[in-house]
C-alpha cells in the first residue's frame, strides 16, 4: 500500500532504529520534497544523528513534489496525502486534519502492528519495537502498552 509518510514518522522510525517497519508492513513510502528538506537538510543542519541514517533510507526513494505554493509543510503534506488517501504521521493535529480531510492516518506503531498482523514480524519483536519507540522519546509507556494488546 502506497503512504505518505510526514517527518515525525520518519524520525520517530530512525531514532528508534525501526526503520525497516515500512517494508515490514508492506508500505510503499510516498517521499514528500518538503518532508525530505527537514528530514535530512534540517536535520544535518540541525546535527541530528539519525540523518545519516534517513538520507540512507530514503536514498533510493523518489521525490514528490509539494506546490510550492502551499502555505506550509503541513499543507503540502495533507495535499499530497488526499491523492495518496493514506498518511503516515506521529503528528496529532496533523493526523486530525488528516481525518476531517478523509483521509486514512495511522501512526508509526500502527505500522508495527500491521507487521505483525501480516508475519513479517513476531509478536515479541513488534513489542521491542514499541518498547524502542518510548525508548527514543517518540511515544508514551501507556500509548505503547494500548498498542501492545493489538499484538497478541
Do not use: C, F, K
Request: aromatic fraction near 2%; avoid cysteine; charge should be negative.
Amino acid at each position: 500500500m502506497r503512504a505518505v509518510v510526514d517527518s515525525s514518522s520518519w524520525i520517530s522510525m530512525a531514532r528508534a532504529g525501526l526503520l525497516e517497519v515500512l517494508r515490514a508492513a508492506a508500505v510503499e513510502p510516498v517521499l514528500l520534497d518538503i518532508v525530505h528538506a527537514e528530514i535530512i537538510d534540517e536535520g544535518r543542519r540541525g546535527g541530528h544523528a539519525d540523518s545519516a541514517a534517513l538520507s540512507t533510507a530514503v536514498g533510493e526513494i523518489a521525490l514528490t513534489a509539494t506546490g510550492r505554493g502551499t502555505a506550509s509543510a503541513d499543507a503540502g503534506v495533507l495535499e499530497v496525502a488526499q491523492q495518496v488517501g493514506l498518511l503516515v504521521a506521529n503528528d496529532l493535529a496533523l493526523g486530525r486534519r488528516a481525518r476531517s480531510l478523509g483521509v486514512v492516518w495511522i501512526r508509526t506503531a500502527d505500522l508495527v502492528v500491521i507487521a505483525v498482523r501480516n508475519g513479517a514480524m513476531t509478536s515479541g519483536d513488534g513489542t521491542e519495537a514499541l518498547r524502542a519507540l518510548v525508548t527514543s522519546g517518540r511515544i508514551t509507556r501507556e500509548l505503547a502498552e494500548a498498542y501492545e494488546g493489538q499484538l497478541q
